[in-house]
Structures are given as C-alpha cells and as structure tokens.
C-alpha cells in the first residue's frame, strides 16, 4: 500500500503564496500519477493539478493555471504544489491522492491539509 502525508498548509492573505507537500511511502513503485485536489466549504471536490510520477506531464485545471505549480522531487518522494498569488476562492482542504499503475482512478488520499486566503 502507499501512505501519503501533506503538509504545508496555513493562513494566507490574498495575494501570498504558500508550498503544499505531499511525501509518499511505502509501495511507490505503484504510483504512475500524484494529484492535488481541494474541497471548499460547501462544495464538491475538485481537480486541481496532477503530474506523472516521473516528473512529467503536469496538468492544471484553468482556474489556477500560471499561479500554481506542481513538481516532484525524486530523492524525497515528494510532490510539491507551489501556490502563488492565493485569492480568497483557493480557500479549501487540500488533499494529494495517487492514481495507481493500471488504475482507473485516483484511490489513494491523505489526509488533507487546510488553506485559508483572506481578503
């Protein structure tokens, strides 16, 4: 099995940035994609961001295109989601989750860390 812990989240004003780890462990060589997803007060989660295992091919949904930046530093199994210019609507619990190799979906999730941006 993987486990997967996040860190990294706090309070924020508008207009700062904050970097959200997530470390991986344990059965890795399982994972073929890391992902970032959130869930604001009553709303349904949603994608955010996700990226091979290998580094590659990073994917971001629109609304935080060119503010938000994902990436994976090999040696830690760690993937990174950097946030900048945070605007009160980033507010939500950040969770990272794994899609495994030969998996259909995202199944594996920590356990959430949460980001605050007031106004």
């Known amino acids: 099995q993987v486990q997967l812990a996040e860190s990294g989240g706090g309070l924020v004003q508008a207009g700062g940035s904050l970097r959200l780890s997530c470390a991986a462990s344990g059965r890795t060589f399982s994972i073929y994609r890391m992902g970032w997803f959130r869930r604001a ?45 945070l605007k009160p609507e980033d507010t939500a619990v950040y969770y990272c989750a794994v899609l495994r190799v030969g998996g259909a979906s995202f199944d594996v999730w920590g356990q959430g860390t949460q980001v605050t941006v007031s106004s």
């Open 41 to 85: 007060p009553g709303a349904e989660r949603e994608f955010v961001s996700a990226i091979e295992w290998s580094g590659e091919r990073p994917v971001y949904t629109d609304s935080v295109k060119d503010r938000f930046t994902i990436s994976r530093d090999n040696a830690n199994n760690t993937v990174y989601l950097q946030m900048n210019s």
